[in-house]
């Protein structure tokens, strides 16, 4: 078998020698002109021509970029931020917690209070389940549940007043007290009646026993808690002015301090002003006096129920020897 190194197919080589080196000799020329030809191409310099011409950016093609989306790159430092974010929510809601419980504790220590008008009533109920009816112009308050924090009670059960009540007080291991401007009242389950007034800047507090036994002690820091005085019988009455030690127990006939629970009106020895004062609450009606005083006598008055107001006036007015008359603000007394 011959060798056959013509570099052409065998369909086109020629049929001659002479012809067949013509056709390398051709052959080989286009080989070398195609060799020089990419040699002197100049792909940059093709590139920048046809950017010109097209109007395009760049210098030369690029890799085709990764697709993107209209969602924003996250920054690198996102997940570190995070994390600071979530424990600020974390102390925010802390903080919001211990606010709430500083002012619930705050509300709690408030303690409940109330104040009637002149001429008004009501019935107060006590956590303990005892009773006060207060009559006008007084104002009664005590601790929350009779609790010194919530959920942990108090070693007594206490209550403020000024003014005038009848407390109906539950028998319980933990003493109950009335403390007034001036005194405080100990009970162990009973029945009573605290009046507590402050006429003319001096205070005055009356205690009248129904039923049971109470301790009647000033509460000035000078007073030996010995110069204190207990009631034990029914109808017991005392009283402290001021400062000074509580007089000594008497009896009394007791429709005189239920009076104004049943609608009625009631005051033993009392002078005339201190008399209009108390009409003043009962009846919630100004009153005013043109007249020295000391020229009227002190007075006691009762009236069972359902009083009126005039009906006391002109009662007084026969006592005193005055008259009244109805003005624009209530009542004015005067001298014939």
Known sequence: MDNDTSPLPPDLRPPDADAEQDYERIWAALHRTDEARASEYDVDAEWTQLADRLDLEGDAPSAPEKPTTDRPARPP??????????YARRLATAVLVLCAVVAGAWWWQQ???VTTAAGERTTITFPDGSTAEVNGATTLS??????????????????????????????????????TPNARIEVLGTTFDV??????????????????????????????????????????TSRVVADQAPT?????????????????????????PTVLAELERRF?????????????????????????????LR??????????????????????
């Open 111 to 113: 303690p409940v209070s």
């Open 142 to 179: 005590y601790n929350r549940g009779f609790q010194s924090f919530p959920f942990v009670p108090a070693s007594r059960r206490r209550v403020r007043l000024t003014g005038e009540a009848f407390f109906d007080v539950d028998n319980a291991e933990r003493p109950f007290h009335v403390v």
């Open 284 to 312: 919630g009606v100004p009153l005013s006096f043109r007249a020295d005083p000391s020229e009227t006598t002190p007075m006691t008055l009762h009236y069972a129920a359902e009083a009126q107001v005039e009906e006391v």
């Open 248 to 272: 000594s127990p008497e009896t009394i006939d007791l429709k005189y301090a239920r009076a104004w629970r049943d609608g009625g009106f009631a005051i033993r020895d009392a002078a005339l």
């Open 77 to 86: 430092d996102q997940r570190k931020d995070a994390r600071p974010s979530r």
């Open 315 to 336: 009662d007084i007015c026969v006592i005193q020897g005055l008259s009244y008359r109805e003005t624009s603000q209530g009542y004015e007394l005067v001298r014939d």
């Open 195 to 236: 009046r507590a007034r402050t006429d003319d800047d001096t205070p005055e507090t009356t205690v009248a026993l129904s039923s049971g036994r109470v301790r009647l002690t000033p509460t000035a820091a000078a007073t030996s808690s010995r110069s204190g005085v207990t009631l034990s019988e029914t109808g017991h």
